[in-house]
């Protein structure tokens, strides 16, 4: 079993809904981290999160440590949101990455 | 700042061939982190440094694959005797090291080295 399991592995969406992608890890981490791959390979962090909630513009993160869960919610899609989005935590000392979501907004 | 750099951006190579790929990171990092990603996969650690010592390597990290960091700026990543399960694109990335990434500071991705071995 992958330490960092995310779905949906696909998604599909149409221009302006409200989108959420999952993450669940099975190891003690200290921070989980949101990522945007484009595709030709550049990598963006997006959030870095230890508890709770963070927004940035559209975009939304949330965490349970408890649980051991992370969802990140886009609201308002758009075409240009489309790409692939990677949970990464931390494991000791590096990141430890999920397989990604390959998103696609349409318009 | 230009943010982390790597060269070269793509290389095609011969199977057996030695290739090396160069990181520069963000000048004030000490952090250093190569990861390999294939298609359809997130990216898989390799080895990190703190400054010019490498204190993790990955059991993905072959006896064909070294990585240096002598300064503790920039960090090469060779591959020997190149195979054709080598083709994947390596990722290099960098930190701040307080904490690092354990303490949750941001890591800033290249663009990627692309390997293909044929």
């Known amino acids: 079993k992958n330490e960092v399991e995310q779905s949906p592995q696909n998604l599909t969406a149409q221009e302006g809904e409200f989108i959420t992608i999952n993450c669940s890890y099975s190891?003690?981490?200290?921070?989980l981290h949101w990522l945007q791959q484009h595709p030709g390979g550049g990598i963006v962090s997006l959030f870095m999160?230890?508890?709770g909630k963070k927004k940035h513009g559209r975009l939304i993160a949330t965490i349970n440590i408890q649980e051991k869960h992370s969802s990140l919610h886009i609201t308002a899609s758009h075409p240009r949101d489309s790409a692939v989005y990677i949970c990464?935590?931390?494991?000791?000392?590096?990141?430890?990455f999920g397989a990604g979501t390959i998103l696609r907004v349409k318009s | 700042d230009t943010g982390v750099s790597q060269n070269p951006r793509h290389k095609i190579t011969k199977r057996g061939q030695n290739v090396t790929f160069r990181c520069d990171p963000i000048?004030?990092?000490?952090?250093l982190y190569w990861y390999r990603q294939t298609l359809g996969q997130g990216p898989e650690f390799l080895t990190y440094?703190?400054?010019?010592?490498?204190?993790?390597k990955s059991r993905l990290l072959s006896d064909r694959f070294s990585a240096e960091r002598p300064k503790g700026s920039f960090s090469t990543l060779e591959i020997q005797r190149t195979e054709q399960g080598d083709s994947a694109m390596y990722l290099c990335?960098?930190?701040?090291?307080?904490?690092?990434?354990?303490?949750?500071?941001?890591?800033?991705f290249g663009e990627g080295s692309w390997l293909t071995v044929v």
């Open positions: 990464a935590v931390s494991d000791g000392n590096k990141l430890v």
């Open positions: 999160l230890s508890s």
């Open positions: 990335a960098s930190s701040p090291s307080i904490g690092g990434a354990v303490a949750g500071n941001t890591i800033y």
């Open positions: 190891v003690g981490i200290s921070a």
């Open positions: 440094f703190q400054n010019e010592a490498q204190l993790e």
């Open positions: 000048s004030e990092h000490n952090r």
